[in-house]
């Protein structure tokens, strides 16, 4: 999707040498509840654990030049508020804007425009960030099948013109892939070069991509360049492996110079903008159909068509026109479902909607006089998560891994209270759990956390004992398991895991996974209740 922020962000990082997922990041910006605000683009950076931070600086040269070398910025001009990349290169400020324009300035310039607000980031040592190599993987395979079918028409054509012929007919292909991405709304090479956003420059190539002219029932140009070029190669390459004549084929090509008139008429006269990418094609039309034409007349001499060569373009045309057929409102669903699963997040990760939920719960008093349990992150915080968990629970394992992110990133905002249901009868749980409060009381929070990272990442109990030993002294900590159990029967939690914040549960209709999403909101709302208690208070 054509997401200006999303490409500013990664360009941002990129610049620093930070790596990340391109898809995950224009994703979780564009599904952030407060997107495309500057709390979007730190929500996110805060999400793939990347070191930020967000400023209001004063406007003047010496701040300026203690400012990194690259950093996102908030300027202002005639067509109002925006960001911008900004690259520090010697005292010279290099602009890039959201649609990848870009613009020189010097710092007395940059200063007029700037309106003080800043994103900077840099690179966390120890953290490696996911990349998806899906893409990747899949542009070399294309590459390579391009290369080899490259390779094999140059083998068996004796004809540079021929070669060339073809060569033209594998750009049209990649102009009308280009035009149809611009339909989609995501970004190309092409459309970034060749469109612009706006319909006042007299350049928009959506303006002509989206009119009626370009639709013809259910197809659009798109469609039929598409299939019109790539038939153009299937034909191509198999009249060539058959040493059949191209007659046919230059014929075509000949018969597509009308609808390039049609196509600039109608830019001019009746859209009045010009598309570059739809120009792009028919560039490539005029100058297939001009070598047709200084090529030996007997090239387009219609006796020279052979049943075979009539038989072989009608199968290629035809099969490209039936796969398309196919793929074409798979590629636009594919779209509506991207589009769909935004809008969908986007509403879900809405902090009211959550806490409303949240409201719609039973506080539950979790406090336990008497018992020594596991706390993690900061005891003072107002926010209080309470996890019931197990050991043997598998539904648990994922929450564990949970527990240790919001931790890695929300350490001094929240207490998290690890709460073990057990059952006296049950011996390897019994051990387990009480070597584990051990742990914490007697060595570490670190070591206890470590320890409950190993059971729960699927350490068998054996292995476990083995690294982790037995516990020394259970009588304190089986007083506490015993509170801790006879606690849970009380207020009829029967099963694990369950979450409790501020005694309230987590709802149903959320994955617990997501309760990431939500702790900033979930602190400051729990900060802010304990501030005004303790005026009234006062």
């Not at 007395?108 to 980031?121: N, P, Q, R, W, Y």
């Not at 094999?152 to 280009?178: E, N, Q």
């Not at 100058?287 to 001499?301: D, E, P, R, T």
């Not at 990133?409 to 011996?427: A, C, L, P, Y």
Request: net charge neutral; charged share 15%; with cysteine.
């Amino acid at each position: 999707m054509n997401n200006s922020l999303a490409t500013q962000v990664e360009l941002l990082l990129f610049n620093n040498a930070i790596s990340c997922d391109k898809e995950e990041l224009s994703f979780q910006i564009e599904s952030h509840p407060s997107y495309p605000s500057l709390h979007s683009i730190t929500g996110v950076l805060d999400h793939f654990n990347i070191d930020n931070i967000a400023l209001d600086v004063p406007i003047n040269q010496e701040t300026l030049s203690q400012l990194p070398n690259c950093f996102l910025a908030q300027i202002k001009d005639e067509s109002g508020m925006s960001f911008v990349i900004v690259n520090n290169n010697n005292e010279v400020y290099n602009l890039i804007s959201g649609d990848k324009k870009k613009q020189n300035v010097s710092s007395s310039e940059f200063l007029e425009k700037f309106t003080g607000i800043i994103v900077a980031v840099e690179k966390t040592e120890g953290i490696e960030l996911k990349k998806n190599n899906t893409s990747k993987v899949n542009t070399i395979l294309i590459s390579l099948s391009l290369m080899l079918l490259a390779g094999l028409f140059i083998k068996v054509s004796s004809s540079l013109s021929t070669a060339v012929y073809f060569l033209l007919s594998a750009i049209g292909v990649y102009i009308s892939r280009a035009i149809i991405k611009q339909e989609l709304g995501e970004q190309s090479l092409l459309g970034d070069a060749f469109c612009s956003q706006s319909t006042n420059t007299g350049n928009s190539c959506n303006s002509v991509l989206s009119s009626k002219g370009a639709q013809f029932g259910r197809y659009k140009l798109s469609d039929f360049s598409m299939i019109y070029f790539i038939g153009l190669l299937l034909s191509t390459l198999l009249l060539t492996l058959i040493a059949s004549s191209l007659t046919i084929v230059f014929i075509f090509s000949l018969i597509a110079i009308p609808v390039t008139l049609y196509s600039i008429y109608y830019q001019y006269a009746v859209v009045k903008q010009w598309c570059f990418l739809c120009l792009s094609v028919t560039a490539v039309l005029w100058i297939q159909a001009a070598l047709i034409l200084s090529l030996n007349y007997n090239s387009i001499i219609l006796s020279n068509i052979t049943l075979n060569a009539l038989l072989v373009s009608s199968f290629s045309f035809l099969s490209v026109f039936t796969i398309w057929n196919i793929l074409s409102p798979n590629i636009k669903l594919i779209k509506e479902l991207k589009e769909s699963k935004i809008k969908y997040f986007k509403f879900k990760r809405d902090y009211s909607l959550f806490e409303a939920l949240l409201n719609k719960s039973t506080v539950v008093d979790t406090t336990i006089t008497g018992a020594s349990e596991v706390v993690f992150g900061n005891p003072e915080a107002p926010l209080n998560i309470t996890l019931i968990t197990s050991p043997f629970c598998g539904h648990c394992k994922p929450v564990h891994t949970l527990i240790e992110q919001v931790l890695k990133k929300h350490s001094e905002e929240v207490q998290i209270h690890i709460r073990f249901s057990t059952h006296q009868d049950n011996t390897p749980l019994i051990n387990i759990t009480s070597r584990l409060l051990e742990l914490y009381h007697t060595e570490s929070k670190a070591k206890c956390l470590e320890a409950m990272h190993d059971i729960y990442g699927g350490l068998t109990s054996e292995q476990w004992f083995n690294k982790w030993g037995e516990t020394n002294n259970r009588a304190p900590y089986l007083n506490t398991l015993k509170l801790a159990s006879e606690w849970c029967k009380d207020k009829n939690i029967n099963f694990t895991p369950e979450i409790l914040i501020n005694g309230r549960s987590f709802p149903k209709e959320y994955e617990r996974s997501e309760l990431i999403y939500f702790i900033e909101d979930l602190y400051e709302n729990a900060n802010l209740k304990q501030t005004n208690t303790l005026h009234k208070t006062v």
